[in-house]
């Protein structure tokens, strides 16, 4: 099987300046090579931030809106978006380190180099959203939606997928084998070049009306 290309990380400097919410300008708000910790981020920033090349430690986004947000080359380490909505945005080289995504829902939004690690992605919605070389690691992504998606590249590592659901779809190269798939939900046609274990393969076959009797 051919290797597949390295998902690249995010470029961010090792000494970043510490900085405030309180010290953005509201009205252009750019982001540029700063670490923001321990704060909450204020509904004022959510429209058309531009973040490139920071950190974001242990910060609350909890239930925020963002409309065309662009992140690049960012780290999201320990922090919570619980219920965040992502419209028209962009997340490019962005890693999410061991943070709460519950809910999260990006909508006609692209990711490109992104790594999810150690995360809760439980009741994950992708709308209409390209996702480009992205991997999810080690996180709970139970009863997530897909919905009219776009992969390129999207790999699973140890992946809890549990009742997902996914709707005009193609899995075409998808590699399955390391995300726990019982229960999903999808139309059969999209299954046609998904590669999966053995034992998946028999679980997607009764989706496909074959009755396998036990031997």
Known sequence: ??????????????NLAVET???IEIDDPYLYQMMYEKETLPIELTERIDANQVCFRNVSFAGLVFDRASFENVRFEQCDLTGCQFRDSRFHRVLFQDCRLTGVQLEETSLDHVTVKACQANYLQVIRTSLRQVTF????MRETQFF???L????????????????????KG???RQADVSGITIDPRFLTGAIVTEGQAIAFARLLGLVIPQE
Do not use: Y
């Open 1 to 14: 099987m051919k290797k597949k290309p390295m998902i690249h990380l995010p470029d961010v400097p090792n």
């Open 21 to 23: 919410f309180a010290e």
């Open 137 to 140: 690691e080690q996180t709970a």
């Open 148 to 150: 009219e998606g776009k």
């Open 152 to 171: 390129i590249d999207l790999r699973f590592e140890d992946v809890e997928l549990m009742e997902s659901q996914w709707v005009e779809t193609p899995l």
């Open 174 to 176: 998808l590699d399955l």
